[in-house]
Every structure is written in structure tokens, then in C-alpha cells.
């Protein structure tokens, strides 16, 4: 989750939006603040529960107002305060285990931003909000490395907070990079769980989805996100805590790392966490906690499980945003026949001499043999925001020799290449093969003006065009893969176009570590 360009204003019918700014001591910065109270006809006395969520500036996108509202209309849960918090251009370095930053030096404010929530925003609330005081009424909540941030906040800190909320948790946190003698143990949070105990007061949800990522460092069959996140709930268990008591593991099949996902199972976590004792006792229950292989038997479950009642299962359901009546059944356990085809057999073939032109071939080419390209786009999102999370703006603004592009310049190239190349795989999957026209980039740069944006816009922009892609390129079928037509005065099939990007992204990182590194840190 990155920061959005501009956030728009939450339409709300129900629910009230203030926005604050807090000065914060701790993180040498003004922090930005959306707080959600309650409808005002809910006559309910503070001090209320409180959740703090991590990357506040994402609310819109989540649709978290009007899925507030319809839980609201329909009595799901309790009045409770909202407080959620923007992240900046430091969120990497903010978020994170306070204990410990990461191999590549990442997370190392996550300790200042651990003693502003606590010392400083939790005071505020209170003192200006009717936030609750007590532990057990404070949840801390977030997505992906601001998940993370939530699990640390509330593990180490029960006489504050009581209960985590972690969508999509980046447990991958480690101490040591992978190739560089990286084993399981590396992990951060699981290492921290281990040297730990379990408060009595300690209550987890936890989700992952299916689609989350398609990395398998360890070659299980288990995709990474999955195997992080069922690896600490063993190590929970192991410390003592009680599972079916304390933790509620959400698994969402077809889920993606995506805003999307999140939002649409955002009502079962709000539901557990200020659900109404009928509301709550109604959820349905979470899948089994088993890892998903693709030999079923290489993963033993974590939790027993009880004899299955007669009749069916009850099903995943997950509620719209738009009202709480709206509901899309998910299958109640893992169905390996089920899954996507792209999960389970990834077209590694490459496109053919004749299928690109002549100066394709060379991104075509950065991509190794056996590589799949939509795994390849999945995971450099990760080497772009480590190009620029050191980085000042100053520093984006610079090039590495006169007349060439600025990093800023360089990066909006890249979306806005991707984003004619995806368009042309578009309309040829879809059999209008008429020739499309080229485009001079150095005048798309020159007329981009990227040097007066933020760096944190310029990521937020290029994550929702690669999501974008991966979407749609996810959507082909093989026979689709193989369409083709005519772009820039030449041949191009949708498969080729599916090499390129990745390959073209390729290229630009290599300039970047080549070209730009040496200046910036010369």
C-alpha cells in the first residue's frame, strides 16, 4: 500500500469525518490524521473503542466508508472511533519491527513510529476523540508491511493495545537477503514471537489470499505470503497461545496483494473486532489453518480440526463495500482443481523471431530463459521502491550526466511505457489487430513534468499501473497469448508484449544501479 496522489474526500452518510494534524516529536514530521466517529444516531456514551490503522491515506480505495455505514445500518457492530493514519515518502522506514530493520536497512524508524502511536496519538485520541483507554477496547490494524507494523506494535506492547488486525502481513521481514545464505530463520516477527510470551489479553486476525504474491523461495508449493503467515501462527501456538481462542486466520481464495481484496474482507475483520455478540457469533468460520501444497500430504495441519458437522460446510462469505447484504460465497476450504489456471501452469514459452520487432528483442532477452514473465512483474515493484527509499528528492530530481532523464523522469517513463505496451496487448487480445501508432518518448518525458511531483506520488502511480497489468495479463488465455497485431509499424503478439514490459523495466533498473548509484553516492 503506497501513499495516493490525492486522496479524495469519503462520502459518508453515516459515519463522521474529521480530518487532524498531529505534530509528532518522535517522527519529526506532521503526521495526517482521518478519524471516522460514529453515526450520530447511534446514541452511544464514550469512550469508545478505537481502531488504529496504518496507511490512513488509503480509506477511499479501501471503501472502508461505506462498508462502515452498511455495518453500521444493518447493527453488525458497535460504535467504535476510527483513527487512521497517513503514511508519507517514510513509510518503509517507519513501518517495520521496532526491534530490528531489515537486511537492506529498511524499517529503521519503525521504533519512532511505535512510541508516536503510543505516546502521542493514543493521548490525542483519548483527549480530544473519547477513545478508550483500555487495552482490551484498542485495536491496531494495517496491510502488508503496515500489518507487520500492527503484529510488532501489539505483540510487544499489550498494556496498550489488545488485539491486531493483519491483512496481507509482510512476515517475509528478514534478516538476510535471499541468495545470500538466507534460511527460515532469518525471519524478524517469527524470531521475535519465539523470544517472547503471548499476553493473555492477545488476540490476532490474520489474512492472506491465495493470488497475494507467486514467489516459493523454499519450493514447497506454498507461495511465500501463505507460508510466512501459517509459519507464525505455529509459532503463536508454540509459545502458548490458544488458537482457537486468540487467532482467526481469514485465507481468501482468488485474494490478491490489493487494496481490492482487502476492502471486500474487511467486514469480517471489523465484525470480529467490534462485531455485536449476535453479529459476531454469526461469522463464518475461518478455513482450516493447513498450508496449501499441491501435495496435500507434504502439509500437515497446524490446528486440529473438529469433525465436520453434517451438511455442508458453511461457506467464506465475503460482503461487498457498498452494503452488507451483498455477499460473494467463497469455497470454506483450499480446492487445488479450483484455482486459477495461472496458478497452476505458468506459460514460461517465449515469443518467437517475428512475433516483436528487432529493438524489442533486447528487453526480450534481459528476461531469462525459464523465467516467467508475470512472476517477474509481481516482484520488481519490491527493486523500485528499494531504488528510491533512501532517496531524497533532490536526489530523484538529479541525472547521471547532462541531457539525460531525471530518476523521477525516468520512472514515469517506465509507467507510462507499460501502460502503452499493456494497451496494445489489450486490443490484440481482443482481435483488433489494425496498426497502432508509436510514440516519441523523449517528448512524453519532456512534456511529463515529472520533476515537480513527489516521489511518493510517483510510486503510488506506477503501483496502480503494474497492479493494472498483472491484472490483466492474468485475464489471457494461451490462445489469447498467441493473437497478435501491429505496433509501430511492426509485429507484436500479445506474448511478446507480456516479455517486454517486465524486460523493459529490466533495463531501466540496470541504468539505475549502473549509471545513477555512482553519482548519488559519489
Not at 502458548?240 to 485474494?255: C, S, T
Amino acid at each position: 500500500m503506497l501513499l495516493e496522489i490525492a486522496p479524495p474526500p469519503i462520502a459518508s452518510t453515516g459515519t463522521l469525518l474529521r480530518r487532524e494534524v498531529l505534530a509528532s516529536r518522535f517522527l519529526a514530521r506532521d503526521v495526517e490524521l482521518s478519524i471516522l466517529l460514529p453515526p450520530t444516531d447511534t446514541a452511544a456514551p464514550g469512550p469508545y473503542p478505537v481502531l488504529y490503522l496504518n496507511d490512513g491515506q488509503d480509506l477511499a480505495r479501501l471503501s472502508l466508508a461505506a462498508t462502515l455505514n452498511g455495518l453500521y445500518a444493518s447493527r453488525a457492530v458497535r460504535p467504535f472511533l476510527l483513527v487512521a493514519i497517513h503514511a508519507n515518502e517514510q513509510r518503509v522506514q517507519e513501518y517495520g519491527t521496532a526491534a530490528h530493520a531489515d537486511f537492506n536497512g529498511r524499517g529503521s524508524r519503525a521504533g519512532a513510529y511505535g512510541d508516536f502511536v503510543r505516546q502521542e496519538l493514543l493521548p490525542f485520541a483519548q483527549a480530544n476523540y473519547q477513545a478508550s483507554a483500555d487495552p482490551a477496547d484498542a485495536v491496531v490494524a494495517g496491510f502488508s508491511l503496515g500489518g507487520l507494523s500492527a503484529f510488532d506494535l501489539v505483540w510487544h506492547h499489550p498494556e496498550a493495545f489488545a488485539r491486531a488486525g493483519v491483512f496481507s502481513g509482510s512476515f517475509w521481514w528478514r534478516r538476510r537477503a535471499v541468495g545470500a545464505g538466507y534460511t527460515p530463520a532469518d525471519r524478524i516477527m517469527h524470531g521475535l514471537v519465539r523470544a517472547g510470551r503471548p499476553h493473555p489479553s492477545h488476540r490476532f486476525w490474520l489474512q492472506t489470499g491465495t493470488l497475494d504474491e507467486r514467489h516459493d523461495r523454499t519450493g514447497t508449493g506454498v507461495i511465500d505470503s501463505l507460508e510466512d503467515c501459517l509459519d507464525l501462527i505455529e509459532e503463536l501456538i508454540g509459545r502458548g497461545l490458544d488458537a482457537h481462542r486468540a487467532i482467526r486466520y481469514v485465507q481468501v481464495e482468488g485474494g490478491h496483494h490489493h487494496p481490492d481484496t482487502w476492502g471486500r474482507v474487511m467486514p469480517d475483520f471489523l465484525v470480529w473486532a467490534f462485531g455485536r455478540e449476535t453479529a459476531a457469533a454469526e461469522l463464518p468460520a475461518p478455513l482450516p489453518v493447513v498450508r496449501l501444497q499441491f501435495d496435500p500430504a507434504l502439509g500437515p495441519a497446524i490446528l486440529p480440526v473438529a469433525p465436520a458437522p453434517a451438511g455442508p460446510a458453511p461457506p467464506l462469505v465475503l460482503p461487498t463495500t457498498t452494503a452488507i447484504s451483498e455477499t460473494q460465497p467463497r469455497p470454506a476450504a483450499p480446492d487445488l482443481t479450483a484455482l486459477q489456471p495461472s496458478l497452476m501452469l505458468m506459460s514460461t514459452t517465449r515469443p518467437a523471431d517475428g512475433d516483436f520487432l528487432p529493438y524489442a528483442g533486447s528487453y526480450i532477452d534481459l528476461m531469462p530463459a525459464g523465467t516467467d514473465p508475470r512472476e517477474a512483474l509481481r516482484a520488481q515493484p519490491r527493486e523500485i521502491h528499494a531504488a528510491f527509499a533512501h532517496l531524497s528528492e533532490a536526489q530523484a530530481e538529479q541525472a547521471y550526466a547532462p541531457g539525460k532523464w531525471t530518476l523521477k523522469e525516468m520512472l514515469l517513463h517506465q509507467i507510462d511505457s507499460e501502460r502503452v505496451f499493456a494497451y496494445r496487448a489489450l486490443r490484440f487480445a481482443r482481435g483488433d489487430n489494425q496498426d497502432l501508432r508509436g510514440f516519441e518518448q523523449d517528448d512524453y518525458v519532456a512534456h511529463s513534468g515529472a520533476n515537480a511531483r513527489s516521489v511518493a506520488s510517483l510510486l503510488a502511480e506506477y503501483d496502480a499501473t503494474r497492479a493494472a497489468t498483472v491484472a490483466l495479463f492474468e485475464s489471457f488465455t494461451e490462445e489469447q497469448l498467441a493473437r497478435r497485431g501491429s505496433a509501430n509499424g511492426g509485429p507484436a503478439t500479445v506474448r511478446a508484449l507480456l516479455f517486454i514490459i517486465p524486460g523493459h523495466e529490466r533495463h531501466h533498473l540496470n541504468i539505475v544501479r549502473e549509471r545513477y548509484q555512482p553519482v548519488l553516492r559519489g
